[in-house]
């Protein structure tokens, strides 16, 4: 079982309920946001069960930090498994209108540089050592393409082809990588979304499914099954068939 743990994006959402999930005597997190007030908020929740707690208030789209950062904490504490799971979301704001060439920017600097800056200073390390195991957010998203958010179905489906490249790459190393494709899961980000989000999920129940798949080592944690199996089926259909189940939602960052 992982001792040594780093999580991503670990102030709010699911990486925090990964967080306090992952936090028992013994175990030691390294939780990594943009937000000191709610890292520490994490931290104290994960110590209250027994847990050591470090973090960083840090971008992951800033490489140099999170090098430097990552680097020191492996030195003193060897990760046995990292979760690139920080991530945003932005869309189209009606559901229809294009996004903004900012928003797609900032989805793909922070979607996939951010996966790239969380994944590469630890890969040597583990290689070395042969042995570790990276846990790489995705989404359901990321297996067929969605009007409303087409920079953020491209980052998740590269965050999935990544994921899954990697894990054929580095089996001979003994170092097991699994890619996370959530559906709806109530989170801060998904409440940006309006309309109706088929089978969504609670925190708890998505934190519960991604550390099983994480315990057995799964090559893909895609749930709910039926979400899951009904985008693959989608994204083999023609575009006027595909647009039509995947209905449009609008996307604004400034919905509580």
């Known amino acids: 079982m992982p001792r040594n743990i780093v999580i991503t994006g670990a102030s709010s959402g699911i990486g925090l309920a990964l967080a306090k999930d992952y936090a028992k005597a013994g175990n030691r997190l390294a939780l990594i946001g943009r937000d000191p007030a709610r890292l520490n908020e994490a931290a104290s929740a994960c110590r209250a069960h027994g847990a050591e707690a470090v973090i960083g208030a840090i971008d992951v789209r800033d490489r140099e930090t999170m090098q430097a950062w990552l680097a020191d904490f492996d030195a003193k504490h060897a990760v046995d498994l990292l979760i690139a ?15 903004t060439a900012e928003d797609s920017l900032a989805v793909f600097e922070t979607n996939v540089g951010g996966v ?13 050592r042969r042995r570790g195991q990276i846990a790489i957010m995705s989404s359901i998203a990321g297996l067929t393409p969605l009007s409303w958010c087409p920079s953020y179905s491209a980052s998740k489906a590269a965050a999935y082809a990544y994921g899954m490249s990697l894990r054929d790459a580095l089996e001979p190393y003994n170092v097991s990588v699994s890619v996370i494709c959530p559906g709806f899961v109530g989170t801060p980000m998904t409440k940006q979304l309006s309309g109706y989000r088929s089978q969504e999920i ?4 998505a934190s519960s499914r ?5 315990d057995a080592k799964e090559a893909l944690i895609a749930f709910p099954a039926a979400l899951a199996a009904g985008a693959r089926l989608v994204d083999l259909m023609p575009g006027s068939l595909r647009k039509f189940f995947t209905r449009p939602l609008g996307v ?3 919905r509580p």
């Open 85 to 99: 799971n920080a991530g945003i979301l932005r869309g189209s704001p009606d559901g229809n209108s294009p996004e």
């Open 116 to 128: 790239v800056n969380t994944v590469h200073p630890l890969l040597p390390r583990m290689i070395e």
């Open 202 to 205: 609670g925190v708890a129940e």
């Open 210 to 214: 991604i550390r099983s798949g994480l």
């Open 252 to 254: 604004d960052p400034r």
